[in-house]
């Protein structure tokens, strides 16, 4: 570690003029300067705009738009909000920026502001005038859209009254020319949900007239016919993949007869080296690698070709681990920070108000350099090597940017020590209260290793108690809702579900049904209550996923509303 920081530190050389004319002779563009030799180009921004100019006068930078502020003005007249003239022109936009955000105010100063401010009816009415259909309503004023449905049905449709309504009209026959195209009703509904919806809007009777040569989507599973299902597939996992609504039926029939119907089914995938790289090859790190996938990951730990497959990976650390970077300014101003993710990281700072770098670049106009300065470090060591860097920029004369005093990790802060895990893990008996009552303490356990895992879970009792007919009839007895069932008592709700639908059925049938029958009216007023898809489905999952079926979700939130 001594020669790590040794090597870092002999990085930082002070560079006389005559080495960095030397270097940049050897360039005919600024960009293979940069890109290059790092340390001389940055060297000489250092030394000021004139020498820098003077060191590179034989290069070629034909390439480069040199903005005037008048030719900037000239262009931003062009478009209405700074989104577009970003988007259509980003090297001016960013020229402008360079200026100063007084010099961009100004020169978009027509252009449309959003409004931040509370929308009152009155605007919100003013706003929609604007606009001739929802669609563009929506795209164009969202932030309005949003807070008129909110506002409820009833306002919504007062202001939006004079839109056209771009919805299709299906007639008959052209429903029944669309549902030809399909096999299945899923099929049909993901495909084409505005057809679907319409086919279930005109009844039922001509719904199922249109879809009568569909295959159904649910199948009334004999146990002639799962077994013939079953026989079709080599593997558990190609039978789970790809013929759900057998393996759901089976599921519910009780473990003992899935078991024995699947009983010739390879349980087991033999991945072979070639195959684990594949897998691997679909994830851009480890750790996704590691959620997405498990059992290939584990495998090819163990068998020593972890490295080797995950070689395309992006390099990133953990709580355990940082690296450290910095960003140098030409006007010998630079930041220097730790982090894990280089990446994530560098985002946060080119786009973040709050950033030391995001504001100086915006107070000078002047782009930094970034540089990663050390591989992943222990997150201790990193610390103390971040503050001699850091001092080390001091002494050569940098104005150090960062905000409050180097050492402090990035990232998230880490919570479960080793120490806090034991203690967290005596206060359980068993490992499935440890589980529920604990999922953090258990995951950052798990991350330690197995040996660190089995050692503070060893005083746990691990085996659930088998309950009898008995005493599960006993305990059904005292919920009121299966939903209550499953939440007090998970061990014998699981219990129950695998002696199948029967017995199951039995001993909850005094319980109340919580579902709820959703008529179109009622998906639709319960829609109104949220802003977007993701909100309605969090918020009302029962709703949403009636809705989805049905083919309502694009009335509901039109396109382009996610």
Not at 319 to 327: D, P, V
Not at 352 to 378: A, C
Not at 482 to 490: P, V
């Amino acid at each position: 570690m001594k020669q790590l920081i040794r090597h870092i530190l002999r990085e930082y050389k002070k560079w006389t003029e005559d080495e960095i004319r030397q270097v940049a002779q050897k360039y005919q563009k600024p960009s293979d300067f940069k890109n290059n030799d790092k340390a001389a180009y940055s060297a000489a921004n250092r030394k000021g705009k004139e020498f820098f100019n003077d060191v590179t006068s034989h290069m070629d930078k034909s390439y480069y738009t040199f903005w005037t502020d008048e030719m900037l003005r000239e262009l931003a007249k062009k478009f209405k909000t700074k989104t577009e003239f970003q988007k259509a022109e980003s090297s001016a936009y960013n020229s402008a920026l360079r200026k100063g955000m007084d010099f961009l105010n100004d020169i978009t100063s027509h252009m449309d502001k959003k409004k931040r401010g509370k929308w009152s009816d009155v605007d919100l009415e003013n706003e929609a005038k604007k606009y001739q259909n929802k669609g563009d309503f929506q795209k164009y004023s969202n932030s309005a859209y949003i807070i008129s449905r909110n506002r409820g049905k009833d306002f919504f449709d007062k202001i939006t009254k004079h839109m056209v309504n771009q919805l299709n009209y299906w007639s008959d026959d052209d429903l029944r020319s669309e549902a030809l195209k399909y096999k299945t009703k899923k099929e049909f509904s993901s495909k084409n949900p505005q057809a679907y919806g319409a086919s279930l809007r005109k009844g039922e009777d001509f719904h199922n007239e249109i879809t009568s040569h569909m295959e159904a989507l649910h199948k009334d599973w004999t146990d002639e016919s799962l077994r013939k299902e079953v026989s079709k597939y080599e593997t558990l996992a190609d039978f789970t993949n790809f013929s759900q609504s057998a393996y759901q039926t089976l599921k519910r029939k009780g473990q003992d007869y899935f078991n024995e119907v699947t009983k010739n089914l390879n349980r087991t995938i033999s991945w072979t080296d070639e195959m684990l790289k594949e897998e691997a090859l679909k994830y851009k790190t480890r750790g996704e690698f590691q959620r997405g996938s498990n059992v290939a990951y584990q495998l090819a730990k163990s068998r020593g070709i972890l490295d080797d497959i995950c070689s395309h990976m992006e390099r990133v650390g953990s709580k355990y681990k940082r690296l450290i970077y910095s960003y140098e300014f030409p006007d010998n101003s630079v930041y220097v920070g730790l982090t894990y993710n280089l990446n994530k990281r560098d985002f946060s700072h080119m786009n973040r108000e709050s950033s030391s770098v995001y504001q100086h670049m915006v107070k000078t106009g002047l782009r930094p350099i970034k540089k990663t300065l050390t591989e992943f470090l222990d997150k201790d060591e990193a610390s103390r090597v971040e503050g001699k860097l850091t001092e080390k920029y001091r002494q050569e004369g940098w104005n150090i940017l960062n905000k409050t005093k180097t050492g402090a990790l990035g990232g998230s802060t880490l919570y479960w020590t080793p120490e806090k895990i034991r203690d967290e893990a005596k206060k359980y008996d068993t490992l499935s209260d440890f589980y529920e009552k604990s999922p953090s303490a258990i995951g950052a356990a798990r991350r330690l290793g197995k040996e660190f895992y089995d050692e503070i879970t060893s005083h746990m009792t691990r085996k659930l108690t088998k309950l009898s007919e008995k005493d599960l009839i006993r305990i059904a007895k005292k919920y009121n809702n299966k939903m209550t069932f499953y939440k007090e008592d998970s061990n014998a709700y699981a219990q129950s579900k695998r002696k199948g639908d029967e017995f199951f059925n039995k001993i909850t049938s005094h319980m109340k049904n919580q579902h709820t029958y959703w008529t179109d009216e009622m998906l639709r007023d319960e829609s109104l209550k949220y802003s977007s898809r993701n909100g309605f489905a969090k918020g009302s999952p029962s709703a949403y996923t009636t809705a989805r079926k049905r083919g309502l979700l694009d009335s509901f939130f039109p396109k382009g509303k996610k």
